[in-house]
């Protein structure tokens, strides 16, 4: 089962993009300068927005900043360049076109409507990335759309991953929790230099998918990133998950998440050394990455990060925020793709031994067989509706009811069955709704918008007002768009966008027994 999990993780990272470069495009007009705090930034300007490309957040965690808090960047002359995105984090080869091996990556982007001026400052989103906290960029997300349909700002965010971003320690500062250290260091940038790129600092909202959507909600956990969003999006990252549950986001507790930190340390070479964390910081990034494991997960227990954020939705202790939170109606669908192409066989009569391998609690597996009955020989949707309500449907269920009780929230499901596949090759059935398939109708992934039919394009623009309504005012609706109670989920598909029942089609009552 490892090597699976393995393989499958693996296909996580690539999930959310196309494996494409962004497309620049073409300028319409002069390039417009920003006035930041640490100088003046030359960006790009195109029809109807611009974009700062590479923006220092902070300063290069390389060296003796490697595994060490974001320090903040040094000033520059003149006008810096700001129209090319910086580098990737480093990670291996995949969502990234030959991965990155390049530490200095503190970077952000910064995509607003043509009008936005600092007299005249405009909503906020901050975009963390997905990819298993392992791979992705900011870079990758051409978001003009959301920021000239929303009439917003947007800024996407490069962090620290794998293990030069979540190594965990005894006694190390900041231990299993540098990737989420830097994204409070992007938002701390966006609290004080916002306003030079037309943005409003007292309207942040943080959204994120994945891996990312996971980011948002450790900072929804951690007492350092109070104030600094005012709103959080949740994306396919329930807040709710665990090590049971692997093949959605969650935090590790200590003794796990230094446990790897000794693997990986004794991987590399250093496990002996009289200095390990200077050994560490002398060994070179591709050592890193080939030593890591496939998936990384912050550490609670920290000080950024007290708590599991679990525990913390669970006991009311979570910041009170509106949130917007959701997930897909087949998250779980590329996952059995994944696993079936890596040589696991599906059928009624492997079908005990899959759910004994691939369920949280293989004592019930029975129970579990006799939710999912397997009776065709097409075992992939089966498979991949129990993937997908045990670790993203129902997990981000309990997640939106849990901080229902404390704060004003909104529940969606994405739920376009012929939404643009997420990989180039075909699948080996069809995947429906998946894991990020809600992405394409935000961004243009990779710079490159995918081909949709005329009824969702409209669906698109029904998301993004609704989501930069909420970054707005809280509240999604407005604008003519269907009503989205908040009593009720809101289904989101081509000319079906509407409420329905709290669990649409999954098995919850099921999983709400299970570990």
């Known amino acids: 089962m490892a090597d699976v999990r393995a393989v499958t993780a693996a296909l996580a990272g690539a999930l959310a993009l196309l494996l494409s470069a962004p497309v620049p495009a073409t300028p319409a007009a002069a390039a417009p300068v920003a006035h930041t705090r640490a100088g003046a930034l030359r960006g790009s300007a195109h029809e109807g927005y611009r974009v700062f490309e590479g923006v220092p957040y902070a300063a290069a965690p390389v060296g003796a900043l490697r595994w060490a808090a974001p ?10 360049d700001a129209r090319r995105p910086a580098s990737a984090c480093p990670q ?3 969502e990234v076109p030959g991965g990155s091996t390049d530490e200095d990556c503190l970077y952000l982007n910064v995509t607003t ?4 001026a ?3 400052p405009k909503p906020v989103i901050v975009w963390l990335h997905g990819g298993g906290f392992t791979s992705g960029a900011g870079s990758s997300y051409d978001a003009h759309r959301l920021a000239v349909g929303g009439d917003v700002v947007v800024v996407s965010v490069n962090y620290r991953l794998g293990a030069l971003g979540f190594l965990a320690r005894a006694k190390l500062p900041g231990s299993g929790t540098f990737g989420l250290a830097d994204q409070q260091a992007a938002l701390r940038y966006v609290r004080d230099d916002i306003g030079a790129f037309g943005g409003d600092p007292t309207r942040v909202t943080l959204a994120g998918e994945s891996a990312g959507g996971y980011g948002v909600c450790a900072q929804l956990s951690s007492p350092s990133a109070t104030g600094l969003f005012r709103r959080a999006i949740i994306e396919s990252g329930p807040c709710a998950g665990g090590p049971a549950r692997p093949f959605a986001p969650f935090a590790l507790a200590p003794s796990a998440a230094e446990a790897s930190g000794s693997e990986l340390t004794a991987a590399v070479g250093c496990g002996k050394a009289a200095d390990v964390l200077g050994c560490l910081r002398r060994v070179p990034v591709p050592k890193l990455l080939a030593a890591q494991g496939a998936d990384q997960e912050p550490e609670y227990g920290t000080a950024l990060l007290p708590r599991d954020p679990a525990d913390a939705v669970a006991f009311g202790r979570a910041a009170r925020v509106d949130v917007l939170i959701g997930a897909n109606h087949d ?8 696993i079936m192409a890596a040589g696991v066989s599906v059928t009624p009569a492997t079908w005990p031994d899959v759910v004994r391998d691939f369920g949280p609690d293989p004592a019930r597996a029975p129970e579990v067989v006799r939710a999912y009955p397997l009776r065709g020989a097409e075992g992939g949707p089966v498979f991949g509706a129990l993937i997908g309500d045990a670790d993203y449907a129902c997990p981000t269920l309990r997640t939106g009811a849990l901080l229902a009780a404390h704060q004003r929230v909104w529940r969606y499901e994405f739920a376009d069955p012929d939404a643009p596949r997420p990989t180039p090759a075909p699948p080996p059935f069809p995947l429906g ?15 490159r918008p995918r081909e949709m039919a005329e009824r969702q394009h409209r669906l698109a623009a029904t998301m993004i007002g609704y989501w930069t309504r909420f970054a707005r005012s809280g509240d999604p609706n407005g604008d003519g768009a269907p009503h989205w109670s908040r009593s009720a989920v809101q289904s989101l598909a081509p000319g079906r966008t509407g409420p329905v029942r709290p669990e649409p089609g999954h098995h919850c009552a099921l999983w709400a027994t299970m570990p």
């Open 71 to 80: 320090r903040p960047p040094a000033a520059w002359p003149g006008i810096r």
């Open 92 to 94: 291996p080869a995949g």
């Open 113 to 116: 409507p043509s009008n936005a």
């Open 118 to 120: 600092p007299g005249r």
């Open 331 to 338: 998250e779980g669908t590329a996952w059995a793709a994944g």
């Open 433 to 447: 709704a998946t894991h990020t398939t809600e992405l394409p109708y935000l961004f243009d992934l990779g710079g």
